[in-house]
């Protein structure tokens, strides 16, 4: 059997599925086929050249008319995303691309998407730029003169095919396979606090944090019925000491921190016990961390270091720290690096240097500072300033295997210190590091939210979005802490809902906004996280939503049971490559318009399961509007800058034919769907008639299904229904619903658990409940419609065309209804209406209509408007039953008959009839 490839090189063409992406591939860049059967969907990019060198820079061919997104870093510690059609558009630091490739006949050709991720070979790291010829380019750097090379075979692998997200998760896969030096996000262990409320201290103190504004903090949020269940000590309680004379007292200012070293393991001196008791050999650090979990009920408390230690390194010679080997090392920042926004505080690094651990001792340092952290109820770190090492592989053997000494070092301290995995990964946005983590699982997905920079929020939201596409298929996006009470905080807030990612805020003690942190967290502090990294939408993937001016950004996500997509104008702001910096472009982007659809959640298919026939609700969170929608139809959605709408999307299933239910949600949140953990239908039939009339014209149908929904949380919850359910019941218990019949939307409130927040068991059994809803099936298989003509009916030509329902088995063997009237006690005036109660949609018509018709006809003749007492119309309701039998009719179209005309009678005469319920 030959293995044909899917991506090759002919003519001097890269050539994708048959459609060519790049142009004028230069004799001297070679293509190997990736591993797999059948036809070969990957590939990988090699390069030759005449001489060694550390650094080289390969042409590859030229881009020109594809549109592509990627992400590159705009400085050293973080990525941000780009787009654009040719090859002069493909920035410096680029390591991720993914290009949109059509044929000439776009609309009937299936596009394929083609991702470019440039590797790390050896010693080596590849990444792409792009140069005023539209040529795309690799280029390759060691770190370190003295480590060599003239060729990489595996510099940058290619993969292809129709579903842009799987070919991204597809190629990591590859790459994992093909490195074997770090494991996807799938494979690792995702630490428990993301699924819990946290409170970090940095904005709220900065460095200036001491144990008592912590648990001052954590008071604040827990009064307020916002309780955080995991704290991040940031910055600020280490020991440090610092090599500028002028800037001995730390302060936040760019470049100012690097200044200081670190000087032990230990709290420093604010954290520290100064109680003159039993206790006071007991470490400082230890007595917060209890206090925050025993009093404030945290179930996690994480603290900050950085990866060198601190932000200048460890202290050479430091007193009881010597055996770090600690030595001054001086940064020297990539070309790429250097192109885009070189870093101030590299200033004060080239003047003091970094104390930098040796990396043959680097474990003894991590796995020290850890098993001390660990003594104090540590449950994991926040490890920042990684892509620093990247700057000092010189003497080391580059900056590929510093960094990953180090990462190794890292992740090895970790496992052994912290069971829970307990590391969050910051500034870190480099090949470097994320091809070799094996078991870090939480990455910082951008730069910081800024609360004062008024430029930031719009790109903070667009950033994160896209380099999600390429960081969450290694581990999963941190989008940040942010402000609860800030001009932005709610578009924050919504943006984090569909981000599928831990949830915490920095506000200051005293400054919340409750009322927004209560959509986010439920009264346990538990938060309703997405189950996936939010993405782009498969349609926003390659338009601009920061510059473009048109453009809005849609992210989507998946919830067990139903999916979400968040819509975010973001335009008006975004990193210059002039200036180099990230500033207001259009003070006034303006209102913009788009559109949404259930296929943007790109894998509803697999969610709703088989048989789906693409039809789903829509649930508008803002506006709080109910859609049905029909496959492809489209909602419009117009915003502001800094405006956002959430689209809670949820796959319509029919029950029977007429009869559908779709589950929503707690509406109140922001991620609605993430409350419903599961959801099963259950189908009833009871042909058994119930003696006392009244029972059984209360609840009962002849045929009912039973919808459970387990839910999480407490509040308003809501389902879509095609039908008014019997009851609902809520733990066995049941519950007032409400249910507008114009928009199928089904309301009921789920009480607050009545149990002490000390006694809560764990996570989630204190918050999941089960709901009940039974639901009639009055539109079953069962029931075939006739159009009542008009020369039946004396009633008028108006009244002529209702559509009535009659309730039939089969057509063949239709009960034979005797000419001869009911019994004496029941007339013809008596049934009011019966066939239009049941109901008014014609689904086929008949060429010959029932006997029934025109018995009932003559009823209608007789209508008079006569009132009845409810005792009378139960008794006539019952031998209306006992006739329908006596004449052959199956039991259960003899009970919907019966019960129509109650209902009908009970329309009819609402002012007397009110004792009894439908």
């Known amino acids: ?81 780009r787009m654009g059609s040719s090859g002069r558009d493909v920035p410096l630091e680029t390591q991720f691309m993914l290009v949109e490739c059509k044929g000439e006949a776009a609309d009937e050709e299936e596009t394929v998407y083609a991702v470019f991720l440039p590797l790390l070979e050896g010693q080596f790291r590849a990444v792409l730029q ?50 074997q030096t770090f494991h996807d996000r799938e494979k690792k262990k995702l630490p428990s606090f993301v699924d819990w409320f946290g409170w970090c201290t940095w904005d709220a103190f900065y460095t200036d944090v001491t144990a008592e504004g912590v648990y001052q903090g954590l008071k604040s949020l827990s009064d307020g019925g916002t309780p955080p269940r995991f704290l991040i000590i940031d910055d600020g309680w280490q020991q440090i000491g610092s090599e500028d004379k002028e800037q001995s007292n730390v302060v936040v200012q760019e470049g100012a921190q690097f200044a200081s070293r670190l000087t032990g393991i230990r709290e420093n001196s604010k954290f520290q016990n100064k109680n003159n008791d039993t206790n006071s050999q007991t470490p400082g650090l230890k007595l917060l961390v209890d206090e925050a979990k025993k009093h404030h009920n945290c179930k996690y408390v994480y603290v900050w270091h950085a990866l060198a230690g601190y932000w200048g390194g460890v202290k050479p010679a430091a007193e009881g720290m ?16 250097m192109g885009n926004q070189p870093d101030i505080v590299m200033d004060s690094l080239s003047v003091h240097g970094l104390g930098l651990v040796h990396p043959k001792k680097v474990y003894d340092f991590y796995n020290e500072l850890h098993q001390y952290l660990a003594s104090c109820g540590v449950d994991g770190v926040k490890v920042d300033v990684q892509n620093i090492i990247e700057t000092l592989g010189a003497g080391h053997g580059g900056r590929v295997s510093l960094t990953r000494a180090y990462h190794q070092a890292l992740e090895a301290s970790v496992s052994r210190n912290f069971p829970d995995n307990g590391c969050i990964s910051c500034m870190c946005h480099n090949t470097d590091g994320l091809y070799s983590a094996k078991q870090t699982a939480v990455v910082r997905a951008s730069d910081d939210f800024y609360p004062r920079d008024p430029a930031s929020h719009t790109i903070h939201i667009s950033s994160v979005a896209y380099n999600t596409l390429f960081l969450g298929e290694f581990m999963l996006p941190d989008w940040d802490m942010f402000h609860s009470l800030h001009p932005a ?135 709080g509007d109910v859609i049905r929608m029909p496959k492809d139809a489209t909602l419009p959605v117009t915003l502001k800058v800094l405006e956002y709408e959430l689209f809670h999307i949820s796959p319509l299933k029919e ?58 949380g407490c509040g308003r919850f809501g389902a879509y229904s095609s039908q008014k359910p019997i009851r609902c019941t809520l733990d066995s218990s049941e519950v007032e619903f409400s249910y507008d019949s114009d928009s199928g939307l089904l309301t009921l409130n789920i009480p607050v658990p009545e149990i002490e927040i000390a006694e809560t068991p764990e996570h989630p059994a204190y918050s999941v409940g089960q709901l009940r809803f039974n639901c009639p099936l009055t539109e079953a298989k069962r029931f075939t419609i006739f159009p009542l003509q008009a020369q039946q009916s004396s009633l008028g030509s108006s009244q002529g065309s209702h559509i009535h329902i009659l309730p039939l088995r ?35 018509p008949a060429e010959a209509l029932d006997p029934r018709v025109s018995l009932l006809a003559r009823i209608e003749r007789n209508l008079c408007g006569k009132r009845f007492t409810s005792s009378e119309i139960l008794a006539k309701v019952k031998e209306l039953r006992r006739w329908y039998l006596d004449c052959g009719a199956h039991d259960g179209e003899a009970f919907v008959i019966s019960h129509g005309v109650w209902g009908m009678a009970k329309r009819r005469n609402s002012r007397k009839v009110k004792a009894i319920s439908v």
């Open 1 to 81: 059997m030959t293995v044909t490839p899917r991506i090759t090189i002919s003519d001097g063409n890269l050539v994708v599925h048959g459609k060519t992406v790049l142009t004028n591939v230069p004799d001297n860049i070679g293509l190997t086929p990736g591993s797999g059967a059948g036809l070969v969907a990957g590939a990988f990019i090699g390069a030759t050249a005449t001489d060694t060198k550390s650094l080289h820079v390969f042409p590859v061919g030229k881009l020109e008319g594809l549109r592509f997104m990627c992400c590159f870093r705009f400085k050293l510690w973080w990525m941000t995303q």
């Open 130 to 179: 792009g140069n005023e010829r539209d040529e795309v380019e690799i280029c390759l750097e060691s770190g370190d003169e003295s480590v060599e090379t003239k060729q990489g075979n595996y510099l940058v692998y290619m993969h292809a095919g129709t579903n842009p997200f799987e070919v991204i998760n597809q190629a990591v896969k590859e790459v994992e396979k093909h490195l």
């Open 322 to 337: 010597e055996h770090y080997d600690s030595s001054l090392a001086y940064p020297v920042q990539s070309p790429g690096v």
């Open 489 to 623: 905080a709610e578009y924050h807030a919504a943006a984090r809902a569909v981000g599928g990612c831990a949830i915490y805020v920095s506000d200051k003690p005293g400054r919340h906004n409750f009322e927004l942190l209560k959509k986010l967290v439920l009264p346990d502090g538990s938060v309703l996280r997405a189950q996936l990294p939010g993405r782009p939408t498969r349609d926003s993937l390659f338009s601009d939503p920061a510059r473009d001016g048109t453009s809005l950004l849609k992210i989507w996500n998946v919830n067990k049971c139903t999916g979400v997509v968040g819509v975010f104008n973001c335009q008006g702001a975004g990193w210059c490559k002039v200036e180099k910096k990230t500033r207001i472009h259009n003070a006034d982007p303006g209102i913009l318009t788009g559109t949404v659809r259930a296929q943007d959640v790109d894998n509803i298919a697999q969610l709703a399961g088989p048989g789906w026939d693409g039809q789903a609700i829509i649930y508008i969170y803002k506006s």
């Open 655 to 712: 029950i029977a034919p007429g009869i559908s239910f779709a589950p929503i949600g707690l509406l109140n949140m922001f991620n609605s769907g993430g409350a419903v953990e599961q959801y099963n239908v259950k189908m009833n039939r009871d042909d058994n008639i119930i003696s006392d009339a009244q029972n059984s014209l209360g609840d009962d149908r002849a045929a009912t299904a039973t919808i459970m929904l387990r839910v999480r």
């Open 810 to 844: 089969e057509k063949a063997s239709l009960p034979t209804i005797p000419a001869s009237p009911p019994p004496a006690t029941w007339t013809e005036s008596d049934e009011l209406g019966v066939l239009r109660a049941v109901g008014e949609i014609a689904l086929e």
